[in-house]
C-alpha cells in the first residue's frame, strides 16, 4: 500500500498563490503516476492535474492549464501542485492520489488506487 499526505493548503486572496505537496510512504513512489484532484461542496471529485512515474508527461484540466504546474521528486518520495493566479472557483478540498497503471496519466477518479485525506484551500474575491 501508499500512504500519502497532503499539505499547504490554506486562505488566499484571488491572484495569490500556494503550493501544495503530497508526501508519500509505504511503496516504491517512483512506480506510481500520481494525481492530483479537487472537490467543492456540492459537486464531484474533478482531476486536475496528473504526471506520469518518471515525471517526464504531466496533463492538466483546461481550467487550470497555464496556472497550475505539477511536479514530483521521486528521490523524497513527494508530489508538488504549484497554483498561481488562483481565482475563487479554485476553492475547493484538494486530494493526492496514486495510480499503479504504469499507462500514463488518467483523469478518472476511479482509476487511482490510493487517496490522501485531502488540504482545503480557499480563495477569497
Known amino acids: 500500500q501508499v500512504q500519502l499526505v497532503e499539505s499547504g493548503g490554506g486562505l488566499v486572496q484571488a491572484g495569490g498563490s500556494l503550493r501544495l505537496s503530497c508526501a508519500a510512504s509505504?511503496?516504491?513512489?517512483?512506480?506510481?503516476?500520481m494525481g492530483w484532484f479537487r472537490q467543492a461542496p456540492g459537486k464531484g471529485r474533478e482531476f486536475v492535474a496528473g504526471i506520469t512515474s518518471s515525471g517526464g508527461s504531466t496533463r492538466y484540466a483546461d481550467s487550470v492549464k497555464g496556472r497550475f504546474t505539477i511536479s514530483r521528486d521521486n528521490a523524497k518520495n513527494t508530489m508538488y501542485l504549484q497554483m498561481n493566479n488562483l481565482k475563487p472557483g479554485d476553492t475547493a478540498l484538494y486530494y493526492c492520489?496514486?495510480?499503479?497503471?504504469?499507462?500514463?496519466?488518467?483523469?478518472?477518479?476511479?482509476?487511482?488506487?490510493?487517496w490522501g485525506q485531502g488540504t482545503q484551500v480557499t480563495v477569497s474575491s
Open positions: 492520489a496514486a495510480d499503479a497503471m504504469p499507462i500514463g496519466v488518467r483523469s478518472f477518479a476511479s482509476e487511482y488506487d490510493y
Open positions: 509505504g511503496r516504491t513512489f517512483s512506480n506510481y503516476a
